[in-house]
Every structure is written in structure tokens, then in C-alpha cells.
Nanobody, 118 residues
């Protein structure tokens, strides 16, 4: 499965932005898809994920109530709607796929950078 994230940019604090992740290849084998982010000099952290068949969304506490993950199966595209952005959300955001029968995310897309200005 190939993943391509897009939609990052420069946003003022309090603003909104939507990230997209287009999936291609053997997507029928994907169970869940998610968003992760990496702060400069730090490890990657979980942001949100969901079942590709809808439902089962989970969120990191730091984004709960502000970010919404969704999926358009017709377009094989995962979204992350981010509202009330904070400077602390500044990071490189990546999407990932987890396959049936696997314990972890194994397919990763190149990240897209978000900068939230104060």
C-alpha cells in the first residue's frame, strides 16, 4: 500500500486545516488507518486512527475535541480535520496503514508539515 499525505501549511493559532492521505495499491488488506506526528527532535506520536470501514475512531488526548478523522472509501482517502490549532500542534504529520492480522502500523506515507503561528 502506498500512502501520500498532503495539505500541510502555515496556519495562525486558532485556525483550521484539513490533511488528506491518498492510499493506493492493495488497500483491501488494510484494517485501520491513522495519523501520527513528529515534533522536531522527538519521537513520532499517535494522533488519531479509525477502521477503514468506518467507526472505531480513537484520538490522542491532546487533540480530542479539536481534530476529527474521517475516511472516503470511494476515493481511498483518509482525512484529518484540525480545528482550533495551537502552536504546539506544529509538527510533521504522516499517515499510516495497519493490515488485518498485524499488531502495528507498517505502511507509512511521506509526511506533510504543519506550522501553527502564535
Amino acid at each position: 500500500v502506498q500512502l501520500q499525505a498532503s495539505g500541510g501549511g502555515l496556519v495562525p493559532a486558532g485556525g483550521s486545516l484539513r490533511l488528506s492521505c491518498a492510499a493506493s495499491g492493495r488497500t483491501v488488506s488494510v484494517w485501520r488507518m491513522g495519523w501520527f506526528r513528529r515534533f522536531p527532535g522527538e519521537e513520532r506520536e499517535f494522533v488519531a486512527d479509525m477502521s477503514v470501514r468506518g467507526g472505531g475512531a480513537t484520538y490522542a488526548d491532546s487533540v480530542k475535541g479539536r481534530f476529527t478523522i474521517s475516511m472516503d472509501n470511494g476515493k481511498n482517502t483518509l482525512y484529518l480535520q484540525m480545528n482550533r490549532l495551537k502552536p504546539g500542534d506544529t509538527a510533521v504529520y504522516s499517515c499510516a496503514a495497519r493490515f488485518f492480522g498485524r499488531d502495528d502500523y507498517e505502511s507509512w506515507g511521506r509526511g506533510t508539515e504543519l506550522t501553527v503561528s502564535s
